[in-house]
């Protein structure tokens, strides 16, 4: 470390970076703040200042506050709080609701312009629940200290901190939260409310799983307590929408070799299925064995559904082996993506494209990544057509984008 770790200095917040802190600047130097607001003058602490480039600052006291600064949605999270004591997972709380949309489609903006030279504005659309932002988690990752006590871990750090609410989680996960309790011997505790069934439960740390089911409009979808679920109590069914949405119906050939890429239990691959008919033909690809156990029992409505469990990377590979008549009927197929942070990436993304499909439908949860890969999707010959943006995640700097993609 160098000799700046813990000084106090005050600065200018002037944009918002990808991962919710703003950037300030001192002597030409970057430093990523935060709890901050573009346009606010802060004064910070210094708590890494390891990199040659750029430092990291915790906010101490707001001089100047933005007219889009509100009391934090979680208390003990607030700029008035040791930031060593505030929890993570909701580094937006401290901006009104409506400016945070406004800076997430910022971030989106300016990654595609910057990464793939697309000009697209976007809105980041709501979701249905609170009007607030909060009570829409239906699973909560807890952690255990040493000594026993229950919490999350304080934002970028793995120290346990008490709270005394979970302002995001829906009812009946905050009425389960053990947060007064005390496991000693246990790490971790996820809290969790399926769609069917009265209560939550408690998934103490890597506990077996047990089969849960969660409901997406008319149907039913089998997945681990432990598994991949959307955490947003209305994220499954806004998706299922949004991806029904993205597909061009003159470009969808139900006998073609769809594709459903990084496919979890099935629930994409279902609402291709839900908006084409039954005799759609639908691979999903989950390198999860458990998941893929799921998909099957969840897309047996489908006779032309098939589930393989495979890493996407591995799987991929295998196109360039395919036969001339298997590689006519993947040129006629519609691939939907929905990778994890990382982003689907150049290796996934040139073998699907290597094999020409009339068009792709890419879920993303990162900004970045996903602005990299409309990059790669513009040199394979693909055009960005379509893109719209969610609030899965209010009050926390994460968005999703799905967008749609057609050979240019």
Excluded at 171 to 194: H, N
Aim: aromatic fraction near 6%.
């Amino acid at each position: 470390m160098g000799d700046m770790q813990g000084t106090e200095i005050e600065v200018e917040a002037t944009n918002m970076a990808h991962g919710g802190e703003s950037v300030a600047r001192l002597d030409g130097r970057v430093i990523f703040v935060a709890d901050a607001i573009p346009g606010e003058r802060l004064r910070v602490r210094v708590t890494d200042d390891s990199k040659p480039k750029f430092w990291r600052a915790d906010t101490v006291e707001v001089l100047d506050a933005s007219p889009h600064r509100v009391p934090h949605i979680w208390a003990e999270a607030s700029v008035d709080r040791d930031p060593a004591q505030r929890p993570g997972g909701a580094d937006y709380g401290h901006i009104a609701l409506g400016q945070q949309r406004v800076l997430k489609a910022q971030v989106l903006t300016e990654s595609l312009a910057r990464m793939a030279k697309v000009d697209r504005t976007v809105d980041v659309e709501a979701l249905p629940g609170p009007t607030d932002g909060t009570g829409w988690r239906t699973r909560e990752r807890l952690h255990v200290a040493a000594d026993g006590s229950i919490g999350p871990y304080a934002a970028r750090s793995h120290r346990v901190v008490a709270v005394a609410d979970l302002p995001l989680a829906v009812d009946r996960v905050r009425d389960l939260a053990p947060l007064r309790e005390s496991m000693p011997g246990v790490k971790s505790v996820q809290v969790l409310a399926p769609s069917l069934g009265d209560g939550a439960r408690l998934v103490i740390d890597e506990q077996k799983p047990t089969v849960i089911r969660e409901r997406v409009g008319m149907r039913e979808f089998r997945v681990d307590d432990t598994g991949f679920w959307q955490v947003h109590a209305a994220a499954a069914e806004t998706l299922t929408a949004a991806v029904q949405d993205a597909i061009d119906p003159t470009l969808f050939d139900e006998k073609a070799a769809n594709l459903d890429l990084y496919g979890g239990v099935g629930l994409l691959a279902a609402a291709v299925g839900d908006r084409f008919g039954h005799g759609v033909r639908i691979t999903t690809v989950e390198s999860d064995a458990r998941a893929t156990e799921h998909a099957a029992e969840n897309l047996a409505d489908w006779l032309g559904a098939a589930v393989i469990t495979e890493r996407v990377e591995r799987w991929a590979r295998s196109l360039a082996d395919v036969s001339a008549s298997e590689r006519t009927r993947l040129a006629a197929g519609t691939v939907i993506l929905d990778p994890p942070r990382s982003g689907a990436g150049a290796e996934v993304l040139g073998a699907i494209t290597t094999v020409a499909p009339a068009q792709i439908v890419y879920v993303s949860c990162d900004p970045v990544a996903f602005a990299r890969d409309v990059a790669l999707l513009a040199e394979a010959g693909y055009q960005l057509v379509g893109l719209r943006a969610f609030d899965l995640f209010p009050h926390t700097h994460h968005v999703e984008a799905v967008g749609s993609f057609q050979r240019a």
